[in-house]
């Protein structure tokens, strides 16, 4: 999809509280910048009404994205996904795709920051306490710029997981290509690593097959040959996409079901998502993955996805 699908009704740009400031640059400090509903706003002062579904009910969709070295990575991707989101949950943005891309690169601009993070939002917006989505006339559009940190990873090492003991919400409940505010089921999953003392949870499927985690997908290396689970129970990933294409041509790669037991068996494992990049695992379930060191294809992965992010993406319109 090309960056203008999806294309709905334009939300202005106004920016009543700050139309001084220079354009491409942002009062609000270090602290990142944030938009709703055409207007601009600090971190401490952005709002959203206590009546807004997305709050009520997880009702709306989002995206993480990346910028490095003042590039959007991977920007229409995300963006096409997120549009393909909200039509899979029967939202219809008030803004198009293309405003809302100038929306994005206009926030990275007056946050000043070289390197962040972006979260884009569509809520299903205002409404009432109940949860017909009818009561909520017109959704609200929120981009926040920020920075992230996830996991500091010593040279050579990596993360600790645990296999959750809920699953992932089986595709015929909720549809794993809809990247929506409703996140319990990875929460929960994450709150159960925090107790048991690792760094991350792996989600099975509902087949007993490995899902994802909790907020990334998963390969696993086996005698050199990359393989990761089908999308079918997981979300379609741009960071997973992005090593595919990185390993396409270089290694064998197989998509397919994969069962708990190959991990605990598997030479490397790691896990990709936008926050987190690449994440090398050394252990699964109290179980040394490999020698329990960064394996060497984890090693060439990251080293690949490192070096491509902070030389390709959209440019940040700093000056203009």
């Known amino acids: 999809m090309g960056a203008g699908a999806y294309a709905a009704r334009s939300t202005p740009s106004d920016r009543p509280e700050d139309a001084d ?6 009062r609000t400090g270090p602290g990142g910048v944030v938009y709703i509903d055409g207007r601009w706003f600090s971190p401490d002062e952005a709002k959203i009404s206590v009546f ?6 997880g009702d709306g969709v989002f995206e993480g994205i990346r910028f490095y070295a003042g590039r959007v990575f991977k920007l229409d991707p995300h963006l096409d996904r997120m549009y393909r989101s909200a039509h899979g949950i029967g939202l219809v943005p008030p803004i198009g795709q293309d405003e809302l891309r100038r929306v994005v690169l206009e926030a990275c601009a007056r946050s000043g920051f070289r ?5 884009p939002l569509f809520t299903r917006g205002k409404g009432d306490l109940g949860i017909d989505p009818r009561k909520s006339p017109r959704p609200s559009v929120v981009v926040i710029c920020a920075t992230i940190a996830m ?5 050579g090492s990596g993360i600790r997981v645990i296999v959750a003991s809920r699953r992932k919400v089986p595709a015929s409940s909720l549809d794993p290509r809809v990247k929506s505010l409703n996140y319990l089921n990875s929460v929960l999953a994450k709150s159960e690593a925090n107790a048991r003392g690792a760094d991350e949870a792996i989600l099975l499927d509902e087949h007993s097959n490995v899902a994802e ?4 997908n998963v390969f696993l290396v086996r005698d050199g040959t990359l393989v990761t689970p089908p999308t079918s129970a997981s979300l379609e990933g741009i960071t997973r996409e992005t090593v595919v294409d990185l ?3 270089v290694r064998r790669l197989e998509v397919r079901p994969i069962a708990l037991q190959e991990m ?4 490397e494992v790691f896990l990709t998502g936008t926050g987190g990049e690449i994440l090398p695992v050394v252990e699964v379930e109290g179980r040394r993955v490999g020698n329990g060191k960064q394996g060497p294809v984890t090693q060439e992965i990251r080293r690949a996805y490192s070096a491509l992010v902070r030389s390709t993406g959209t440019l940040i319109p700093y000056d203009s």
Do not use: K, T
């Open 21 to 26: 400031a220079p354009e491409g640059r942002s």
């Open 247 to 249: 390993a396409r041509g």
């Open 264 to 267: 605990f068996v598997a030479d």
């Open 52 to 57: 807004d579904h997305g709050l009520l009910y």
């Open 151 to 155: 996991f500091s990873i010593p040279e």
């Open 213 to 216: 985690g909790s907020a990334e």
């Open 115 to 119: 390197d962040g993070y972006l979260r």
